[in-house]
């Protein structure tokens, strides 16, 4: 039993699989869309400050223990 291969499904099945999966996908409202999108911009900003707060303490850091100007 373990040398038994399993059968492979053809393309046609494949893509009729994917349209079954895709009918029970439940899509967002429009309202939702918006949403949804202004929270990964105000959050891509969040982290992006962040970055460059620690960047800039990490090279203010540089150039006092270093002494050295970038």
Do not use: H, Q
Request: glycine share 6%; aromatic share 10%.
């Amino acid at each position: 039993m373990a040398n038994e291969k399993k059968k492979r499904a053809s393309l046609g099945e494949y893509f009729r699989g994917v349209k079954t999966e895709m009918k029970k996908v439940v899509w967002p409202t429009k309202k939702e869309l918006v949403s949804y999108t202004a929270v990964v911009i105000v959050t891509c900003a969040v982290f992006a400050l962040g970055f460059w707060l620690v960047d800039t303490g990490v090279l203010l850091a540089l150039r006092e223990v270093l002494n050295i100007t970038l």
